[in-house]
């Protein structure tokens, strides 16, 4: 008589991201190619800047911008998701990269309205400096999420940027560094950066596999349909565009 034994299952245990990291090397050529995406990707987030600041003179609010930018941009990344044959619905990542993904999504969202919130109450200039003090951001979480290299030269130029930002924000004011004079709409900008400094990490965490229009979709979506939301729980009076050309490319 075959005796049989229930033979015990195993599940692999999965590398964590730091052995992936060490794992992975980044050429010159792909450094550069990237170094160039991050100019571009500047760009065009200065020309929506300005895009946000014309229709938020215009009577848009910056849950109203949020709503327009995140359907606009949800059809265009499903269409895109279409032509590449990415399913951004099929869930094979597992929860550890997904909830990334959520945050990426959710946080990107929060940082962004904050700074529409700015940019509709701050000059220009002084919005876009302290929003874009979200690199100084991302390498501190970097370092404490990710144990990446933050030497002491880099904290001390961080600590000078800072400094300068402040005094970009209250000139020639020495109580910058204790925080006094800077206004509630400063503090939205600053808050934006560190928001959007959190989803870029979390981008990082996600890792490689995770293709970007997954990224894309998902903060298109949550853009959206929460954005929609709150303006609804707020009473906001709906804003459409005039029947200008130059109003729906502004939306668009």
Request: glycine share 8%; proline share 4%; net charge positive.
């Given at each position: 008589m075959?005796?049989?034994?229930?033979?015990?299952?195993?599940?692999?245990?999965?590398?964590?991201?730091n052995?992936?990291?060490?794992?992975?090397?980044?050429?010159?050529?792909?450094q550069?190619?990237?170094?160039?995406?991050?100019?571009?990707?500047?760009?065009a987030?200065a020309?929506?800047?300005?895009?946000?600041?014309?229709?938020?003179?215009?009577?848009?609010?910056?849950?109203?911008i949020?709503?327009?930018?995140?359907?606009?941009?949800?059809?265009?990344?499903?269409?895109?998701?279409?032509?590449?044959?990415?399913?951004?619905?099929?869930?094979?990542?597992?929860?550890?990269?997904?909830k990334?993904?959520?945050?990426?999504?959710v946080?990107?969202?929060?940082g962004?309205?904050?700074?529409?919130t700015?940019?509709?109450?701050l000059?220009?200039?002084?919005?876009?400096?302290?929003?874009?003090?979200?690199?100084i951001?991302?390498?501190?979480?970097?370092?404490w999420?990710l144990?990446?290299t933050?030497?002491?030269?880099?904290?001390?130029?961080?600590?000078?940027?800072?400094f300068?930002?402040?005094l970009?924000?209250?000139?020639?004011?020495p109580?910058?560094?204790?925080?006094?004079?800077?206004?509630?709409?400063?503090?939205?900008?600053?808050?934006g950066?560190?928001?959007?400094?959190?989803?870029?990490?979390?981008?990082?965490?996600?890792?490689?596999?995770?293709?970007?229009?997954?990224?894309?979709?998902?903060?298109?979506?949550?853009?959206?349909?929460?954005?929609?939301l709150?303006?609804?729980?707020?009473g906001?009076?709906?804003?459409?565009?005039?029947?200008?050309?130059?109003?729906?490319?502004?939306?668009?």
């Open positions: 075959a005796i049989f034994e229930r033979s015990r299952l195993t599940v692999p245990e999965l590398p964590s991201y052995s992936i990291r060490q794992s992975v090397t980044i050429t010159g050529n792909e550069r190619k990237g170094l160039g995406l991050a100019a571009l990707s500047a760009i987030f020309a929506m800047a300005l895009l946000v600041r014309i229709l938020a003179d215009s009577g848009f609010t910056p849950l109203q949020m709503t327009w930018r995140g359907g606009v941009q949800a059809v265009c990344s499903l269409g895109a998701c279409a032509a590449l044959k990415v399913n951004p619905f099929k869930v094979h990542m597992g929860w550890e990269k997904f990334w993904v959520a945050v990426r999504a946080f990107g969202v929060i962004h309205l904050l700074y529409y700015a940019l509709a109450k000059s220009m200039g002084v919005a876009t400096v302290l929003f874009f003090t979200n690199p951001f991302t390498a501190i979480l970097a370092h999420m144990d990446e933050f030497t002491k030269d880099q904290r001390w130029l961080m600590f000078i940027a800072l300068g930002i402040g970009v924000v209250v000139p020639l004011s109580l910058t560094l204790l925080g006094i004079g800077i206004s509630k709409w400063s503090i939205c900008a600053l808050l950066a560190v928001s959007v400094a959190l989803a870029y990490v979390s981008i990082r965490i996600a890792g490689p596999r995770v293709h970007p229009l997954v990224h894309v979709v998902y903060f298109s979506l949550v853009a959206g349909v929460g954005s929609a709150l303006a609804w729980i707020q906001e009076s709906w804003h459409m565009p005039n029947n200008t050309a130059a109003e729906w490319t502004a939306v668009l």
